[in-house]
């Protein structure tokens, strides 16, 4: 492949940013520079911490790869205003997609455009620019934009899961792919020596001011034969939700068998991740996201580790590439989470071929094919 495909990336997102979804974007842009492809990253500075330096961005990610990155002054009430969240949010994404468009953007149809965004793709597609849009959940915004570039043929589509394709194949008439997330291999280390009784679960606890649901595993805990034979560890996102639940647990006298930690960066996450033995995979069921189409980082992460992964059984977990290595449990049930623990351990491992499928090097050469 020659250096001359170029893409610009023009997100709504913020950067640095905690969430797997800031985490996925850079990780995305870091193995596509490496496929030999110039990535002009374009974002608002729409946060107090959101910064515009590179190094900043390094440090933070931990990633060596250059590529230009560019902050947009946002004038909007998101990120500012603490009332109203998500009616300002909605506005405030909106108008600053519509007037970045027009300021930086107008009428540029010869580079190629890669986001996330619903709106950003709309004023795009409507000017004839090329872009290629990567859809992670359904929403109201969402299909009523996908309505109206459904017949645009300046418009590509990257969709998560064969869910989220299914949903919306009755509305498109234009090319799109499945591709999931994937894992960064070049952050892992191979450690073979693993503690046969730590259960690992990253992320953040809660999604949507909801619980992940978190509290019922700590709850099955106080089963004695959990307390003897497995160990639970947890690493959050929020200082005050990693506080709460371990006074949860010294509450139930389980903080000999369950830790909890505060965030980790990627690479001390996945040093962590090598080391268990069981990777834990929980959501809560009231949130359409998470129990239809949630493709999570951790997974991916998880199987390249050879961990043995239990999930709570939800059609967004059953959906996930190489699931034959996932050992499904019922929500809420201690018996079913015992069981799945019992029985993950007679899993095979995958084989090189199968992880080589699930990384990022694999993704972003999908990705260039697809676009270019």
């Known amino acids: 492949m020659k250096k001359s495909n170029k893409i610009i990336y023009l997100t709504y997102q913020s950067f640095p940013a905690k969430t797997a979804n800031s985490l996925q974007t850079i990780s995305n842009i870091k193995y596509l520079v490496r496929n030999n492809t110039y990535v002009s990253l374009y974002f608002p500075l729409r946060e107090q911490h959101s910064k515009v330096d590179l190094n900043t961005l390094k440090n933070f990610y931990q990633f060596d790869e250059n590529f230009d990155v560019n902050g ?33 953007f107008k009428n540029n149809t010869t580079d190629t455009f890669f986001t996330r965004s619903d709106w950003i793709t709309y004023f795009l ?6 872009v290629v849009f990567e ?45 999931h997330n994937g894992v960064d291999a070049s952050l892992f280390k191979k ?132 699931n034959k290595y996932i050992t499904f449990f019922k929500i809420n049930n201690l018996e079913s989470f015992k069981k799945a623990l019992n029985d993950s351990k007679m899993n095979q491992q995958p084989t090189y071929k199968e992880l080589s499928s699930v990384t990022l090097e694999h993704r972003a050469k999908a990705i260039l094919e697809f676009i270019f």
């Open 72 to 104: 947009i002054k946002h004038f909007y009430p998101h990120g500012r205003i603490k009332i109203f969240k998500k009616s300002f949010y909605h506005i405030s994404h909106y108008l600053w997609s519509k007037n970045t468009i027009k300021k930086f």
């Open 125 to 130: 597609a409507k000017q004839n620019s090329n």
């Open 135 to 179: 859809v992670h959940q359904t929403s109201k915004i969402r299909s009523f934009v996908l309505k109206k570039i459904s017949k645009s043929s300046n418009v590509k589509i990257i969709f998560l899961n064969e869910k989220l394709k299914s949903d919306y194949k009755d509305l498109l008439k234009i090319e799109n792919i499945v591709l």
């Open 191 to 322: 450690i073979t020596k693993k503690d046969p009784k730590k259960i690992i679960f990253l992320g953040r606890l809660s999604r949507f001011n909801e619980s992940r649901g978190i509290e019922n595993i700590i709850e099955f805990f106080k089963d004695k034969d959990l307390k003897e034979n497995y160990t639970l560890e947890i690493f959050g996102d929020s200082y005050e939700e990693v506080k709460n639940l371990k006074l949860l647990i010294m509450e139930k006298k389980l903080d000999n068998v369950i830790k909890v930690n505060n965030w980790l960066n990627q690479k001390e996450a996945i040093e962590h991740i090598e080391k268990a033995f069981f990777g834990l995979l929980i959501n809560n069921p009231k949130n359409k996201h998470s129990y239809f189409y949630t493709s999570p980082l951790k997974y991916f992460e998880y199987l390249y580790a050879n961990l043995k992964i239990i999930a709570v059984d939800f059609p967004s977990h059953r959906n996930l590439p190489l």
